[in-house]
């Protein structure tokens, strides 16, 4: 009967959710599901997976962002992502968090995210020596080539890159270092195609990047024009998982909740409320979902099974997150603060809490 029943499936109920680009902040409902309860325990596991990944990509990349000055940052991570559907996802929430582009080539086809790639080190090392290599390259893209220069010397790779061009009379688009001191290497580097008249030609930097990196970069001035980021990214290595929780908060019309220690939630159906003030997150009020407190931000998504958002382009989507992001406070774009930003509890909340406490107790 039951592999019957889910033979004929369809999720009947309500679905609201924080829209995509807007940030969030712990303890806030992302997604309110209201629905049959054996519909809304069914898409559990498929939710928080979904979910989860992207959240944490996302957020990762929106700091990335935040201390690259806005610079390119390309999706390097297919390779060391946990699964070609991690995979996938990441490359999606990398550019809604803010990056230019992927060398993921089908999440670019699905997603329609701008695909970005340079050469491969192996690709140097398929050729007699570098010289040969870099000429094969050029003239296949000799508007876009961006020459890899680190295979044996950065130094001198930067000055064969510089050579091939001439020799070609081609535009170097740019030159990638993907290993050893991205700082003093940039910068001498930057010397050898500015005394070579390609001022124009870009730094691309890679290899074991991630938001604390750029910011040292930054900091101090490397000529970098964008960065390549992969493992760090869709691993979220420094915080590699969330505890996303989806929890029966309301059952019919009554309020219910956990009181396991460490574990308590709070009951009934919920909105966030932000608050700004003079063009900056002020608070966020987590109230009950009729309230009428300040701006609310979970949008009805699904109604009665039936999608009833104008779902945006990704373009669309990224944009979201760089306006939501100068709506930030100085405070919570610094990216070394580890202060956490808490949601306040609305009045009529808390007395629906001590009644519900005071029912189970």
């Known amino acids: 009967d039951f592999l019957h029943y889910l033979s004929k499936f369809k999720f009947t109920g309500n679905l609201y959710a924080f829209e995509e680009g807007e940030f969030f902040f712990a303890n806030e409902p992302v997604v309110v599901i209201e629905a049959p309860l054996i ?23 929106s700091r990335c962002f935040i201390a690259s000055n806005s610079k390119v940052l390309i999706d390097f991570g297919l390779r060391r992502a946990y699964g070609t559907d991690a995979g996938l996802k990441s490359a999606r929430a990398s550019y809604i968090g803010g990056f230019s582009g992927t060398s993921n080539v089908l999440a670019g086809k699905i997603f329609n995210i701008p695909i970005v790639g340079t050469m491969a080190h192996s690709f ?20 876009n080539s961006v020459l890899l220069i680190d295979t044996f010397n950065t130094i001198e790779g930067a000055k064969k890159a510089v050579e091939t061009a001439k020799k070609l009379g081609i535009k170097l688009k740019g030159v990638r270092i993907d290993s050893g001191d ?49 493992t760090k990214l869709v691993v979220s290595a420094d915080v590699p998982y969330l505890d996303c929780a989806y929890k029966l908060v309301q059952y019919d019309d009554r309020p219910v909740m956990k009181l396991s220690s460490k574990k308590v939630y709070l009951p009934s159906k919920k909105q966030v409320f932000r608050n700004f003030e003079n063009g900056y997150f002020k608070k966020d009020i987590i109230g009950l979902f009729d309230e009428s407190l300040e701006k609310p931000m979970l949008k009805q998504i699904i109604k009665d099974g039936n999608l ?34 808490i949601p306040q509890i609305s009045k009529n909340l808390k007395e629906v809490v001590q009644k519900v406490k005071n029912l189970l107790v």
Do not use: C, H
Request: no cysteine.
């Open 308 to 341: 009833v958002y104008n779902l945006p382009d990704i373009k669309e989507i990224r944009e979201k997150t760089i306006n939501s992001l100068k709506s930030l406070p100085k405070n919570l774009k610094d990216i070394q603060n580890e202060e956490p930003y």
């Open 124 to 143: 140097i090392l398929s050729f007699e020596n570098e010289e040969k290599a870099f000429e094969a390259f050029a003239k296949n893209y000799p508007e």
């Open 39 to 61: 519909e809304a325990q069914i898409i559990e596991t498929f939710l928080i997976n979904t979910l989860q990944i992207q959240i944490l990509v996302a957020t990762k990349a």
């Open 182 to 230: 991205l700082l003093e290497l940039s910068r001498e580097v930057r010397k050898i195609l500015d005394e070579n008249g390609f001022k124009d030609s870009i730094i691309i930097a890679s290899g074991g990047i991630d938001e604390y990196k750029i910011e040292y970069l930054e900091e101090n001035n490397a000529p970098i024009n964008g960065y390549g980021v992969g």
